[in-house]
Structure formats: C-alpha cells, structure tokens
C-alpha cells in the first residue's frame, strides 16, 4: 500500500488550500484508514454493528442475505488453491469484463476491494479547505466524514420534497464545489433521482466541480446506469460495488469508473493488492447473467410485502426502489431500535436530519415477517 505523500502530492495539496499542518490528517487516512469511523463499508457499518444473539434478525447494514451467487461462491473457493500468487490477471479479468458491459474503454475502468477505496480518493483528490464537499440530506455519511476529517467544509442540501437529490440546488451550493456526491438510489431512503437530473446536473454543475455517482443499489432499483456519461468524457466518477445486489459485502469487489485523468488522481494516493477470492467471484457474477434480474425481483417483493404491511398499519414510511427503507416511528429513532433489539431484531440506525426516521434493510421473507411482528409490538 502506498502511504506516503509525494513532494509532487504535497505541492498539489497546498495548491488546493491546504496546510502542511493538514498533511498528518492526511496520511492518516491513508495509512490507518481501515481504522478510521468514516473509511470504509465495514468501519461505517461499525455504526450499526451489535452484539447480537445467533437467532436475532439482522436488517440494520443493507447486507445482501443472499450471500453470493452459486457460480461466485464456486469460484471463491477454487480460488483458495492460489492464495499463495497474487494472481494480477483475476482483477485484469474483472476489468475487462465490466469495460466490455459497460461500453467504457478498458482504462476508464479501476478495479478495487470494494467501492469505499475510491470514494474516499475521491474526497482527497478533489476537495480542500478551498473546495467545498456537496452532498444531499440525509445521505451515505462516509464521504462526509472523511471531508471533515481532512478539514474540507460540507454542505448539505435537503432531498426535495419527492425525495430525490434537489440537483439545482446542489449546481448552486458553491460555485468553488470540488465533489457533489449523488448516491442513487440514495442511502438511507432508497428514493430514485432521474436520469434526466443527474445529467443536468453534470451539465450545470460548477466550473473544475467533479460529481461522483455511486450506484451501489442502482442494479437493485433497476434504474438506467451513467456509465454513458463517462463514455462521453464528463468531469463524473461512478461507484460499484459487488456488495449489494451481489451479495458479496465481506468478499470486497468495486470498480471506479472515470476518465483516465481523474482516474490518476484517484490512484495517487492508494494502490493495493486486490484480494483474489473476490477477483473471482466479482467475474463470475458478471458472467452469471440471471443474477441481477432475479435478485431484483425477490428483493422487490419482500419490499413490496412489507410496504403493505406499513401500508394495512397506517405507519408513515418512505417508498423505496433500493434494500431498505425509512419509517417515521415519530418518536425519537434511538427508543425504537433498543426496542426492536430487545425482541430480537436489529434494524438501521438514525439520521441526525431525520431523527424520528430509522432505517430498515429489506432482508429475507422471514425475517421481515419477524420484523413485522416486533414492529407491532413496539409501536403499539
């Protein structure tokens, strides 16, 4: 791993408005990352992580329950068998498959061990003291984080009333924006914003601003991806993982989607090993084609159950197109996930925003019918 900032770095950095006295946080960050609150999927789901007993429900990360597909899981374990090689060609082979899918030259494409390693590049490499962080309200907390953390000012901007990322408002939160962050659908609540926004969003956005699209839940909503974007050389940078619909969280697979030049400036400041077992898996469930469309379709119908239930109940909830869901218990949230976890079910955590909302991953059937249950009994 790559850890120390280069002269050429050092001077870039000061360019952009920081101090030396900046660089230490810095370094941190890429030195101890893993460590760090903010850094990465499994450090931030630490928010939600609990001691729970072998028979609780677990909806409270957006875990996949599935776990991944038959073909991945078969090529994870022969995988096994080489753990001994670095074996580069696996991550080459997860590269060329993902450019050939998306229509993307091979080297817009940067494979990585999940897609929190580039976003947090991307926090680096694009704002500063001087560069603004623009996200929506509520929202994926990591970046934010991580732009507080290196001293970069935040500026949220309230979902609309839909919903959905307010884009003009966003174009307009600072004309020195360095990063305008879109997760869509968005997390925590799992509401779509149109192509057509996004892409007049990438039209409108500030002079030198880059935004940076995740689209870790957008093969679960079925919505269009923006890797058109990037094929026509936009200032964008797209997010995968294979953590989601893949159901392949602990196995570690993303890419980052760029033009070559931000790409660059991404990989300045990490380049790491990719883990192998991952490698194969994240190729196998490229190539198993029925993947997406069936786990799309189960998860939308345990989705669709339980927004009836919410529905059959009166409870006031946010319709999603995503693996969870926000539901105004109108009450502080913090009582309501304590009571759940005393009947055994361990739902998502609160956002400072919203703080009558808690977040609900959608899980198997029966663990949203136990869900269910618990819910009843709590909020009666």
Not at 225 to 242: G, M, Q, S, Y
């Amino acid at each position: 791993m790559k850890t120390v900032l280069t002269e050429e770095q050092k001077h870039e950095l000061l360019q952009r408005g920081f101090s030396r006295r900046t660089f230490g946080r810095i370094g941190v960050m890429l030195t101890a990352g893993a460590t760090l609150p903010f850094y990465n999927e499994p450090a931030l789901a630490q928010l939600s992580r609990v001691e729970a007993p072998p028979d609780a429900v677990l909806i409270n990360a957006n875990e996949n329950p599935l776990g991944p597909c038959k073909e991945a899981r078969e090529a994870a374990h022969r995988m096994v068998d080489y753990g001994g090689r670095y074996r580069y060609s696996e991550g080459d082979r997860v590269q060329r498959l993902l450019s050939e899918q998306e229509g993307v030259k091979l080297e817009y494409i940067r494979i990585h061990a999940g897609s929190s390693g580039p976003l947090h590049q991307a926090v680096l490499a694009f704002t500063s003291p001087t560069k603004p962080f623009v996200t929506a309200d509520p929202a994926y907390e990591a970046p934010e984080r991580a732009a507080k953390f290196i001293g970069a000012n935040v500026i949220r901007v309230p979902l609309t009333k839909n919903y959905a990322h307010d884009v003009r408002a966003m174009a307009a939160a600072s004309p020195d924006a360095g990063l305008i962050y879109i997760c869509n659908p968005n997390n925590p609540t799992g509401t779509l914003t149109q192509k057509s926004d996004i892409e007049w969003l990438v039209a409108n956005k500030p002079k030198g601003a880059v935004i940076l699209i995740d689209e870790a839940y957008t093969h679960i909503s079925g919505a269009p991806f923006n890797t058109d974007l990037v094929a026509k050389d936009k200032d964008v940078v797209i997010l995968r993982t294979f953590s989601k619909i893949y159901g392949m969280a602990g196995l570690r697979a993303g890419a980052a989607i760029a033009r070559p030049d931000l790409l660059q400036k991404l990989n300045g400041f990490s380049q790491t090993m990719m883990p192998i077992t991952g490698m194969a898996a994240a190729s196998a469930s490229l190539e198993a084609k029925y993947v997406v469309p069936e786990r799309r379709k189960l998860i939308a119908d345990v989705r669709d159950n339980v927004s009836e239930y919410l529905e059959k109940n009166r409870f006031r909830f946010v319709p999603s197109m995503s693996n969870c869901f926000m539901v105004d218990v109108g009450r502080p949230g913090g009582q309501i996930v304590e009571a759940m976890r005393k009947e055994k079910v361990y739902i998502g955590r609160v956002w400072p925003s919203w703080p009558t909302h808690v977040r609900v991953t959608v899980g198997t059937q029966d663990e949203m019918n136990k869900f269910k249950t618990a819910f009843s009994k709590v909020m009666a």
